[in-house]
């Protein structure tokens, strides 16, 4: 099935006198009629639902769509990209592990891997995506057990070489994950071009209305966890909270995404629920509609911007003159993502005082919406920074970071025009 029917027909497969449309499962329990019945699944030698923090099939419908669309063989989900990112690293990691990350995440991602992970023992090297071979080469470590980087990265657009990176990654014997959130399984299949993983923070595109948090992994089941049993103990080798289950040899393919839930989500517990798993499943219905008007009216905008005389820059990879145009025509064919970024000629003040002349786009701190969205990080999100501060977290003073939305792309540009005029 191509993408767009995906999108509307994977997940729930009603049968005779089913519901059509997917039920919301909001019970946190399920019943069994034999004490056997329910030690079986303890025992992990049946599948079925027992409780949700673990597995509820609502959840489980829409994970099985994003699988699908990532084209992946297992996938789950989470309460927000952040848990996401954090289980898909910490499912291969522990104390003492290494981890290697893009310098041009989301800051979230960041402090997420550089703060809060460090203080759990593992350690990390930031590098620069676009950074040679040979500067990667040398950031591993025996004790190195993945590479975290983004499609397209919030806020900075940089488009990854997905297939330089998986090479490097897997030369040195380590998965790939690549956070997919701006470009979405509609634009881009990191798969295909040799990641292992694939997170989201379904709270953006995805859901797509700015009404749920959410996250997904989705593992595409190439990488070979038994060629590294003493790398990769918490898979090949016996998990003793589970009866000496070894996931690798009971589930083959399924084994990383089996010990994210079964054991990670056991006790860690953040689990989407089944109320925001509907509501995302009504987003990806429509997602393929929505990223191609998302990035028509993205490319629309940063080229009626690239002209403006108030204009300094425009950072968009759909621009023939951005660094990343060649990687996102070879990546992403149909158009990247619908987040532009632009800084003013009046400089940090003209971009702070740009904000207040907006009357369709609305100031919040999200991306990715049916809305336009906008935001001025010097101004909010970076706001306690000095100049020299921002540019050395690789934010311009100047940067107005602009969601394009849904709306007319004439109502857009004259709503841009009017802010512009008045600075
Ligand atoms: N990954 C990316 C690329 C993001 O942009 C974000 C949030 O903006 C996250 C992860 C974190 O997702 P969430 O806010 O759903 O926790």
Known sequence: MRKETICVQAGWQPKKGEPRVLPIYQSTTFKYETSEQMG??????????FYTRLQNPTNDCVAAKICELEGGVAAMLTSSGQAANYYAIFNICETGDHVILSSTVYGGTFNLVAVTM????????????????????????????????????????????????????HRHGVPLIVDNTFATPINCNP???????????????????????????????NFDWTRYPDKYPGLCKPDESYHGVVYTERFQKGAYITKATVQ?????????????????????????L???????????????LEKHPKVAWVNYPGLKGNKYHELAKKYMPNGSCGVISFGLKGGRKAASDMMDHFKLAAIVTHVADARTCVLHPASHTHRQMT???????????????????????????ADLEQALACI
């Open 40 to 49: 079986k699944l303890f025992d992990l030698e049946e599948s079925g639902y």
């Open 118 to 169: 460090k203080k759990m023992g593992i350690e990390c090297t930031v590098i620069n995506p676009d950074a040679p071979d040979e500067e990667f080469d040398a950031a591993f470590r025996d004790n190195t057990k993945c590479v975290l980087a983004e499609t397209v990265a919030n806020p900075a657009l940089v488009v990854l070489d997905i297939e330089r990176i998986a090479k490097i990654a």
């Open 191 to 221: 798969f295909q071009w040799g990641a292992d993983i694939v997170t989201h923070s379904t709270t953006k595109y995805m859901d797509g209305h700015a009404m749920t948090v959410g996250g997904a992994i989705v593992d595409s089941g």
């Open 264 to 288: 990670l989500m056991r006790d860690l517990g953040s689990i989407q629920s089944p109320q925001n798993a509907f509501l995302l499943n009504v987003g990806l219905e429509t997602l393929p």
């Open 290 to 304: 929505r990223m191609e008007r998302h990035c028509a009216n993205a490319q629309a905008v940063a080229e009626y």
């Open 387 to 413: 100049d020299e501060q921002l540019l050395e977290a690789g934010v311009a003073p100047d940067l107005i970071r602009f969601s394009v939305g849904l709306e007319h792309i004439e109502d857009i540009i």
